[in-house]
Nanobody, 124 residues
Framework: QVQLVESGGGLVQAGGSLRLSCAAS????????MGWFRQAPGKEREFVAG????????DYDNSVKGRFTISRDNNKKMLFLQLNSLKPEDTARYYC?????????????????WGQGTQVTVSS
């Protein structure tokens, strides 16, 4: 099991940027693929971005492709999500998640360990 703690959320105007971070504990970070999900009020949690164990393969939901970038630093056991060109519809609580596989996943069921989330609010 890995413990995950997100940070970096906040209030930003449309068109602005944020960088989310996720700190992982445990000695086996490199055996996990990682992902970011988000959940807006009244909506289901949805996939945002995923990254494989090495960081060499990434995938994004179409709604964020070209605006968000997922990355990881295995030496520091950190996961990141760079959010650019933010839109009001990006407003949600963002969650970091770990998958006990080397290859990335794109569905909720692919991930077993979750952080508490960090709130991103984009004003128009």
């Amino acid at each position: 099991q890995v413990q995950l703690v997100e940070s970096g959320g906040g209030l930003v105007q449309a068109g602005g940027s944020l960088r989310l971070s996720c700190a992982a504990s445990g000695r086996t970070f490199t055996t996990y693929a990682m992902g970011w999900f988000r959940q807006a009020p009244g909506k289901e949690r949805e996939f945002v971005a995923g990254i494989n164990w090495s960081g060499g393969i990434t995938d994004y939901d179409n709604s964020v492709k070209g605006r968000f970038t997922i990355s990881r630093d295995n030496n520091k056991k950190m996961l990141f999500l760079q959010l650019n060109s933010l839109k009001p519809e990006d407003t949600a609580r963002y969650y970091c998640a770990a998958r006990r596989r080397l290859e990335l996943g794109v569905t909720l069921g692919d991930y077993v360990d979750w952080g508490q989330g960090t709130q991103v609010t984009v004003s128009s």
